[in-house]
């Protein structure tokens, strides 16, 4: 059973820094595409950044500004998201997702993690 596990959210203080991990459990990790997502209260889920299987291709949202790092360890069957300069906007519930990158098409989600940035 594939099980993707968010940690590392918590309050933050403006203009801190996060890094976010997500341990996924089974044996998909090295062929799916990973991303981050996040969603403010009252707000749609967005994404934040996605890296590629293989020699990783990495991109991200506007709002990101050169703010994040996206990054994968495939002999641990983790990602991170690395993000300094928070805004309090950055608020919200960040979420780790799984995507088939080649060959079957499959789409898992962690359950979320909150990143709270105060001022």
């Known amino acids: 059973q594939v099980q993707l596990v968010e940690s590392g959210g918590g309050l933050v203080q403006a203009g801190g820094s996060l890094r976010l991990s997500c341990v996924v459990s089974?044996?998909?990790?090295?062929?799916?595409?990973m991303g981050w997502y996040r969603q403010a209260p009252g707000k749609q889920r967005e994404l934040v950044a996605t890296i590629s299987s293989g020699i990783p291709n990495r991109s991200y949202a506007d709002f990101v500004d050169g703010r994040a790092y996206i990054s994968r360890d495939d002999a641990r069957n983790t990602a991170y998201l690395e993000m300094d300069q928070l805004k309090l906007e950055d608020t919200g519930v960040y979420y780790c997702?799984?995507?088939?990158?080649?060959?079957?098409?499959?789409?898992?989600w962690g359950q979320g993690t909150q990143v709270t940035v105060s001022s």
């Open positions: 089974g044996n998909l990790f090295s062929i799916s595409r």
């Open positions: 997702n799984m995507k088939g990158d080649v060959g079957p098409k499959y789409d898992y």
